[in-house]
């Protein structure tokens, strides 16, 4: 049975980090390339950022020198770091993963208010 079971969301303040989760299991994790994702009240699911199976990891413009992207294969982890995080970063975040099929997590609510 896959699973990607995501945590570390909360309440921040604007300028604050956060450093999400993502646990996967049921798949070849070490093969998967691996995204995070993110979707704003009334607004479309967007690509954050993804890390391939290798390791190397690229952004979208908006989080770009904010958020790290990593993976830890041997806890079949990937993580976001969220640092300098603003209002406009405010999502329910989602990790995806990719080996021959793709694999949704439940999501983590980020709220980032004063």
């Known amino acids: 049975q896959v699973q990607l079971v995501e945590s570390g969301g909360g309440l921040v303040q604007p300028g604050g980090s956060l450093r999400l989760s993502c646990v996967a299991s049921?798949?070849?994790?070490?093969?998967?390339?691996m995204y995070w994702y993110r979707q704003a009240p009334g607004k479309a699911r967007e690509l954050v950022a993804a890390?391939?199976?290798?390791?190397?990891?690229n952004y979208v413009d908006a989080v770009k020198d904010r958020f790290i992207i990593s993976r830890d294969n041997a806890k079949n982890t990937v993580y976001l770091q969220t640092n300098s995080l603003k209002p406009e970063d405010t999502a329910v975040y989602y990790c995806?993963?990719?080996?021959?099929?793709?694999?949704w997590g439940q999501g983590t609510q980020v709220t980032v208010s004063s």
């Open positions: 049921g798949f070849t994790f070490r093969s998967a390339n």
């Open positions: 890390i391939t199976s290798a390791g190397t990891g």
């Open positions: 995806r993963g990719v080996y021959l099929r793709q694999y």
